[in-house]
T-cell receptor
Framework: GAVVSQHPSWVICKSGTSVKIECRSL??????MFWYRQFPKQSLMLMAT?????????EQGVEKDKFLINHASLTLSTLTVTSAHPEDSSFYIC??????????????FGPGTRLTVL | GDSVTQMEGPVTLSEEAFLTINCTYT??????LFWYVQYPGEGLQLLLK?????DKGSNKGFEATYRKETTSFHLEKGSVQVSDSAVYFC????????????FGKGTTLSVSS
């Protein structure tokens, strides 16, 4: 149990296009989902916290108009990178936390999405 | 703000060697502490955790003790295997529901036979 999936696992796109990444909790309801970005050989940096049915809370320095986050249901959150540029190339990882402290309040991570912008 | 510092890698060991990966933290209040592991090509997996001072988390032969006096949560394993080769992340989390994890930079472990 407690599986989180991401789709796609990798994507290559042209500069200026938009890319949508999906994060799904497959067997539990996630009131909170988190989006992280990981550069090569570096740590995961929190981009935003997303609560179901409300606007995402972005970390300082993260452009909310560039990284659109939607958390429309208890099992799905999406991250859309708008007008992508080469510097947006990175590994994007989501995590999900169960509702009301279930599953020991643990965060479960998706496998990540590798984005390459040409 | 809260932060996590872990030793720089890579760490290269022979099979059956003893492993220590140091982790120290800075936080207000009493955070929960975690070690996550990321195997090549896979997502992060929780390895072990501790939620209060002097707690010892353990799993798969790995263990770490929450030391409030030294603000540390060092990861240890008595005898590593080739299959332990991965990137290890130390992390902390506040106690409030919905609090995100704060990660260290990760330490790459490479074990050879």
């Amino acid at each position: 149990g407690a599986v989180v999936s991401q789709h796609p696992s990798w994507v290559i796109c042209k500069s200026g296009t938009s890319v949508k990444i999906e994060c799904r909790s497959l067997d539990f309801q996630a009131t909170t989902m988190f989006w992280y970005r990981q550069f090569p050989k570096q740590s995961l940096m929190l981009m935003a916290t997303s609560n179901e049915g409300s606007k995402a809370t972005y970390e300082q320095g993260v452009e909310k108009d560039k990284f659109l986050i939607n958390h429309a249901s208890l099992t799905l959150s999406t991250l859309t990178v708008t007008s992508a540029h080469p510097e947006d190339s990175s590994f994007y990882i989501c995590s999900a936390r169960s509702a009301a402290g279930g599953l020991n309040n643990e965060q479960f991570f998706g496998p990540g999405t590798r984005l390459t912008v040409l | 703000g809260d932060s996590v510092t872990q030793m720089e890698g890579p760490v290269t060991l022979s099979e059956e060697a003893f492993l220590t990966i140091n982790c120290t933290y800075t936080a207000t209040g009493y955070p929960s502490l975690f070690w996550y592991v990321q195997y090549p090509g896979e997502g992060l997996q929780l390895l072990l955790k501790a939620t209060k001072a002097d707690d010892k988390g353990s799993n798969k032969g790995f263990e770490a003790t929450y030391r409030k006096e030294t603000t540390s949560f060092h990861l240890e394993k008595g005898s590593v295997q080739v299959s332990d080769s991965a990137v290890y992340f130390c992390a902390l989390s506040g106690r409030q529901a919905g609090t995100a994890l704060i990660f260290g930079k990760g330490t790459t472990l490479s074990v050879s036979s």
